[in-house]
């Protein structure tokens, strides 16, 4: 009988490292899959917590953004800073995710409708490990601005811990026109809300 026992402990005691092991990867890419609301709070940042998951910074308390490049969905070059003096929309998907899969449509129709106002909007491919499932995410939602492809998360790790850093899958980030981020959501996002995140920055100075 213990013969017969021990390869059954050894392959339990094999499966929960393996298993800690890839806690531990998840949490040090701070990227949950598809993450809907969660707790924010503004100790300690000069960020305002908002309902809904979305939090704000006033002005006069707003950071650079990191430098956010690379190669697009399409294996072109293309840098986040090249847009100063616009509005961005930054939001990170994934085609894997059935909350993104939801609001990409509406943000395929925000992009158009709002670019003659100057926005932007720019999408970071996190996850996808390939690119075709990725540009079939989107043409069916009608998404024609460029999107990073970012499958090991690294591009989120450039956002400073304390500031309104990503956070999960989907977020979606503002920046102002002069590459400040300015707001963050922590969930995916109907119509009025996204529209409510970028307005005021359209009408600042």
């Keep these: 009988m213990s013969p017969a026992r021990a390869p059954r402990r050894r392959s339990t005691r094999t499966s929960r490292t393996a298993l800690a092991v890839c806690g531990v990867l998840v949490g040090a890419l701070a990227l949950s899959a598809c993450g809907g ?6 100790g300690g940042t000069n960020f305002v917590a908002g309902k809904g998951g979305i939090d704000s910074v006033p002005v006069a308390d707003r950071k650079p953004a990191p ?16 847009l100063k003096g616009k509005v961005v929309v930054l939001n990170i998907w994934g085609s894997w995710c059935s909350p993104c899969r939801a609001e990409a449509p509406t943000f395929a129709k925000v992009a158009k409708e709002l ?6 909007f720019v999408g970071i491919d996190a996850r996808d490990p390939q690119k075709g499932q990725a540009i079939d995410f989107e043409k069916d939602a009608g998404i024609e601005y460029p999107s990073l492809y970012d499958p090991d998360g690294k591009l989120m790790l450039r956002f400073p811990k304390g500031s309104l850093n990503p956070q999960g899958i989907p977020n979606t ?4 026109k002069e590459g400040r981020v300015a707001g963050r959501s922590l969930a995916a996002l109907n119509e009025k809300k996204l529209r409510q995140m970028i307005a005021p920055l359209i009408a600042e100075k």
Excluded at 67 to 82: E, I, P, R
Excluded at 173 to 176: A, G, L
Aim: hydrophobic share 30%; no cysteine; aromatic share 4%.
């Design 173 to 176: 980030i503002v920046i102002d």
């Design 37 to 42: 609301d969660k707790p924010s709070s503004g």
């Design 67 to 82: 430098k956010l490049d690379g190669k697009t969905l399409q294996d072109k070059d293309f840098d986040v800073a090249s």
């Design 115 to 120: 670019k003659s106002k100057g926005v932007e």
